[in-house]
């Protein structure tokens, strides 16, 4: 089977600007943190000027950092039964590592769902340091395929509670695809309550990073703005729930009259209200990659570029993954965080993955614009799908549009600053007739139901599917490294149970 590649070639897609660039290539393998990029707030580093990416290390592909745009930021039932999946045993403590006491707590909190989770043995996870990556060459506990946020998480979460640990990511540098094209909006208020729980603790983190991960930052990995949802009769009363439970969890999120918000231009429909939450904001998904990798390898986890991976199986289940020159590194777990690419690599392996839907979305820089506020939150008119939001002292656009792809490296489509003038004479006619500066794409991975799927495969023991996190992968990240963490011991939490995989998967026979 040949190596599962990007349709197009890398260099279509290579949108990290010239401070990106420079700020990346002098990253090293190292225990020191390299600078982070200088302020974004010149139109040189704005968001969208496709360079190459430096590579990894020629001689081991390890240690990368992440090549992503330069923006500074572009997306609950009961407890299951612990899956029989896992061959790694639980044991710990449940609760959050790192978190603060400080800062606002959701309704039901993340910790005390992960408390409430029952482990089916009770075998402790590894003790101390010894055994991590590099003790044993090419054996892990865990193989992560796939370099971008959902991987690192992943990769993170299992090192810092002592796994062995090796990621693989098939590019030059992780965060090539989605996780390095986002708008980089942090958004709480959310009208799926099982995403919501996660949005919000995952944006606390953000503000509030635990100890390991806040030790290798140079820089805040979130900016806070506040934001405004404008929502017409309908959407206002599917948001209305996720206020109150917001409201309830210690957000100063509330309703308004759109007339006294900055819209940066944008007009919202007859009736509309506005939702506000001033704690809402802008990440740096530069900053988290990057940061979330650093705190990965410092907990012994390994990370390797130009390394395309696939799934061997065996009459056991998955027993570890291929990689160039014929070589196979075992392991009791794969996890599967391959974005776009999730589905195949699943099938081709014999396992039973949930269908998965991409589509394609286009983002637009207006270039400098006078009157813009940097500081001003970002405005989503979600009845009209249209949301702008202040960068490098103009705007980044989004007309939310959705065209069905399959996985690929996806490129700009010529016709989309159409779609945009023709979507912004009715929702932005500010707008609608300015030049685009810069404009650039990426795919968005979705389940049937549009819930994230998070677990084990239904047919293939050892298999771990972390994906289809469409449009809240940055946002939810550090949300999910410590229930994946448990979720891959053995012992699901409630967080998570409703994104196992098997809601959406035929179980053989």
């Not at 430096?54 to 992440?66: D, G, K, L, N, Q």
């Not at 003790?127 to 971008?148: E, S, W």
């Not at 490294?481 to 035929?506: H, I, K, M, N, S």
């Amino acid at each position: 089977m040949p190596w599962p590649r990007a349709a197009s070639t890398r260099a279509d897609a290579r949108w990290a600007s010239a401070s990106s660039t420079a700020w990346a290539a002098s990253l090293r393998p190292s225990r020191k943190p390299a600078p982070w990029p200088a302020s974004r707030a010149s139109p040189k580093s704005s968001t969208s000027s496709p360079t190459d990416p430096p590579s990894c290390s020629a001689s081991t592909r390890a240690a990368a950092e992440p090549s992503t745009p330069s923006s500074p930021t572009a997306k609950s039932r009961s407890p299951s039964p612990a899956s029989p999946s896992s061959p790694i045993a639980p044991g710990g403590s449940t609760a959050a590592k790192g978190a603060s006491p400080r800062g606002e707590r959701t309704a039901a909190s993340v910790a005390a769902q992960l408390r409430a989770a029952s482990p089916p043995r009770r075998l402790a996870r590894p003790a101390g340091r010894a055994g991590r990556i590099g003790a044993v060459k090419d054996r892990a506990r865990v193989v992560v395929i796939g370099g971008g946020l959902a991987g690192a998480t992943a990769a993170w979460g299992l090192a810092r509670r002592g796994h062995r640990v090796i990621l693989f990511e098939r590019e030059e540098r992780p965060g090539v695809h989605a996780s390095g094209r986002n708008a980089g909006m942090i958004r709480r208020l959310v009208a799926e309550p099982a995403i919501a729980t996660l949005a919000r603790e995952g944006a606390r983190l953000l503000g509030e990073p635990p100890a390991d991960l806040a030790r290798v930052l140079d820089a805040a990995l979130v900016r806070r703005t506040g934001s405004v949802l404008l929502a017409a009769p309908p959407e206002a009363a599917a948001l209305r729930p996720a206020l109150a439970t917001a409201q309830a969890a210690g957000l100063g999120a509330h309703e308004a009259d759109p007339r006294a918000c900055a819209l940066h231009g944008l007009r919202p429909l007859p009736g509309a209200t506005a939702f506000v939450t001033p704690e809402d904001g802008v990440g740096d998904p530069h900053a988290v990659l990057s940061a979330l990798l650093r705190a990965a390898r410092a907990a012994g986890a390994r990370v390797e570029c130009d390394a395309p991976a696939r799934v061997r199986a065996g009459a056991a289940g998955a027993v570890g993954v291929e990689t160039r020159g014929e070589r196979f590194v075992p392991a009791d777990v794969v996890v599967n965080a391959a974005g776009p690419w999730a589905e195949d690599l699943a099938r081709a392996a014999g396992a039973s993955p949930p269908p998965l839907s991409h589509y394609r979305r286009h983002l637009f820089y207006t270039g400098p614009l006078e009157g813009i506020d940097p500081d001003a939150g970002w405005v989503w008119d979600v009845s009209q799908g249209f949301y702008a939001r202040p960068e490098s002292a103009g705007l980044l656009l989004c007309a939310c549009d959705e065209e069905a792809r399959p996985p690929e490296d996806a490129r700009p489509d010529a016709a989309a600053a159409l779609r945009l003038a023709e979507k912004a004479a009715r929702a932005a006619p500010r707008w609608s007739e300015h030049p685009v500066a810069r404009l650039w794409a990426g795919l968005r991975s979705f389940a049937p139901d549009r819930l994230f799927v998070i677990g084990w495969d239904a047919g293939l023991r050892g298999l771990f599917h972390l994906t289809a996190l469409g449009g809240h992968g940055l946002t939810v990240s550090l949300a999910l490294a410590e229930p994946v963490a448990l979720a891959v011991e053995g012992r699901t939490p409630a967080v998570l149970a409703p994104f196992a995989p098997t809601r959406l998967q035929a179980v053989p026979s």
